[in-house]
């Protein structure tokens, strides 16, 4: 099973942006599907993106055009690039890793803070 930790949040203004990170421990990561979730102050965790081992992405519409998703396998990295950032994106921001041709998490990291506000 792959372990995995974020890092990269922080506190940013409106408009502005943040990559995060979120590297992967364990045998075989290139074989996993990836993604990041969040969770917002008093709401359930929601889906940010799937990113599939074929390289089709899923992105929630509030997202959609502003955030990017990559991964290095060479690196065993996920990364998820945030721009223009609004107040509603403040959340605990949780990268995922799941089998192969599967949507399911079976490994999450620990999460990474991210504030947006002036």
């Known amino acids: 099973q792959v372990q995995l930790v974020e890092s990269g949040g922080g506190w940013v203004q409106p408009g502005g942006s943040l990559r995060l990170s979120c590297a992967a421990s364990?045998?075989?990561?290139?074989?996993?599907?990836v993604g990041w979730y969040r969770q917002l102050p008093g709401k359930q965790r929601e889906l940010v993106v799937h990113?599939?081992?074929?390289?089709?992405?899923n992105y929630a519409d509030s997202v959609k055009g502003r955030f990017a998703i990559s991964r290095d396998d060479a690196k065993n990295t996920v990364y998820l690039q945030m721009n223009t950032l609004k107040p509603e994106d403040t959340a605990v921001y949780y990268c995922y890793a799941a089998r192969t041709f599967t949507t399911t998490p079976i490994s999450w990291g620990q999460g990474t803070q991210v504030t947006v506000s002036s």
């Open positions: 990113l599939s081992r074929a390289g089709m992405t």
């Open positions: 364990g045998s075989s990561f290139s074989t996993y599907a």
